[in-house]
C-alpha cells in the first residue's frame, strides 16, 4: 500500500487565517492526489483533484500545490464553514489510501 | 441528478457476514470510465478505502482486507454489493459507497454511509 501521511493531525486557527495541511506520500503518485473535506455526521465532499484543481463551487480560497511528494492544502482566509477534517487520498494506484485526516477547530 | 444509498443491517454479531448493497442513480455501472467504491469510518478515526468495481468488472481490494472482502454489482438493479466475511467488533464503522471518476481520478459523489455495529 502506498502510506498517505498528515501533518498537523489537528490545529486551532481563528476566522481570517491562512491555514497549511500538508501530506506526504510514501512514493511519486504523479499529481494524482485529491482532497476532501469532511464535517461531522457528514460523508466527504471533494474539494481539489489531481492536486490543485478546484472542484466546480468549491470557495477559491482553497488551493493546493505539490512539491515532489509532499502535497499541500491551503485555505487562504479560514471561514466559519470550514471548521472540519481534511483528508487527502491518492488516486494513482489502488489502494487508493487516505491520509489521516487533519482536524480544523476554532481557536 | 446522481445518487447513491447504502442499505444493510445496523447490528452484525462477530464471526458473521456483513453484507451492504450500495443503489445507485443518475448514472449507469456500465459507463465507461465510472467506477463504485466502498470506504468505510470507524466512529472518531479516518476514511480507510475497501474496494472498488470499475466499468468493464476491474475490482480492486484492499490489501489488509483482501480476504474477507468482495464486491460485486448488478447492472440491471443499479446496484453494488458488499460482503465482508467473519466480522469483528473493529468492523464497527460507517461504510459510505462512492462514485469514482476514472477520467479525474476522485470520487466525486457519496452515500450518506451506513453505520454498521459489530457486536455480540
Known amino acids: 500500500d502506498m502510506q498517505m501521511t498528515q501533518s498537523p493531525s489537528s490545529l486551532s486557527a481563528s476566522i481570517g487565517d491562512r491555514v497549511i495541511i500538508t501530506c506526504r506520500a510514501g512514493q511519486t503518485t504523479t499529481r494524482f492526489l485529491n482532497w476532501y473535506q469532511q464535517k461531522p455526521g457528514e460523508a466527504p465532499k471533494l474539494l481539489i483533484y489531481?492536486?490543485?484543481r478546484l472542484q466546480g463551487g468549491v470557495p477559491s480560497r482553497f488551493s493546493g500545490s505539490a512539491s515532489g511528494t509532499d502535497f499541500t492544502l491551503t485555505i487562504s482566509s479560514l471561514q466559519p464553514e470550514d471548521f472540519a477534517t481534511y483528508y487527502c487520498q491518492q488516486s494513482f494506484i489502488a489502494p487508493f489510501t487516505f491520509g489521516p485526516g487533519t482536524k480544523v477547530d476554532i481557536k | 441528478q446522481i445518487t447513491l444509498k447504502e442499505s444493510g443491517p445496523t447490528l452484525v454479531k462477530p464471526t458473521q457476514t456483513l453484507t451492504l448493497t450500495c443503489t445507485i442513480s443518475?448514472?449507469?455501472?456500465?459507463?465507461?470510465?465510472?467506477?463504485v467504491g466502498w470506504i468505510r469510518q470507524p466512529p472518531g478515526k479516518a476514511l480507510e478505502w475497501l474496494t472498488f468495481v470499475y466499468w468493464d468488472g476491474d475490482k480492486k481490494y484492499s490489501p489488509s482486507l483482501r480476504s474477507r472482502l468482495t464486491i460485486s454489482r448488478d447492472t440491471s438493479k443499479n446496484q453494488v454489493v458488499l460482503t465482508l466475511t467473519n466480522v469483528d467488533p473493529v468492523d464497527t464503522a460507517t461504510y459510505y459507497c462512492?462514485?469514482?471518476?476514472?477520467?479525474?481520478?476522485?470520487?466525486?459523489?457519496w452515500g450518506q454511509g451506513t453505520l454498521v455495529t459489530v457486536s455480540s
Open positions: 489531481g492536486t490543485s
Open positions: 443518475g448514472f449507469s455501472l456500465n459507463s465507461h470510465g465510472v467506477g
Open positions: 462512492a462514485q469514482y471518476d476514472g477520467f479525474l481520478y476522485y470520487f466525486h459523489y
